[in-house]
């Protein structure tokens, strides 16, 4: 079992950045794939990207794909969302989730929030125009 808590969240104008945080405690981190989703108000949860465990292989959802960078440490337990040129539809609570997916899978699996065992608490990013 492992479990996440999220930091780094905050307020910034259109065009800036954030860099999200999630600590992992527990046994076995670096055997699990680990994931951001976020969910805006009034909206479904939406994934965002994941980095898997041994190939370290990275997916993202298509609305940030190209302004968000998923990484870990697997030394430190943290797996890290690096986000630039942030704009207001990036308004969400953003949680990191952790799954135990093999790295072989197919990115569809990744991208499930339902595959996703362990979930943080989430933490707030708001965007403004």
């Known amino acids: 079992q492992v479990q996440l808590v999220e930091s780094g969240g905050g307020l910034v104008q259109a065009g800036g950045s954030l860099r999200l945080s999630c600590t992992a405690s527990?046994?076995?981190?670096?055997?699990?794939?680990m994931g951001w989703f976020r969910q805006a108000p009034g909206k479904e949860r939406e994934f965002v990207a994941a980095?898997?465990?041994?190939?370290?292989?990275?997916y993202y959802g298509d609305s940030v794909k190209g302004r968000f960078t998923i990484s870990r440490d697997n030394d430190k337990n943290t797996v890290t969302l690096q986000m630039n040129s942030l704009k207001p539809e990036d308004t969400a609570d953003y949680y990191c989730?952790?799954?135990?997916?093999?790295?072989?899978?197919?990115?569809?699996?990744?991208?499930?929030?339902?595959?996703?065992?362990?979930w943080g608490q989430g933490t707030q990013v708001t965007v403004s125009s």
């Open positions: 989730a952790a799954a135990t997916l093999s790295p072989f899978l197919s990115d569809t699996y990744y991208r499930d929030d339902s595959r996703y065992a362990y």
């Open positions: 527990g046994r076995s981190f670096s055997s699990y794939t």
């Open positions: 980095i898997t465990w041994g190939r370290l292989t990275t």
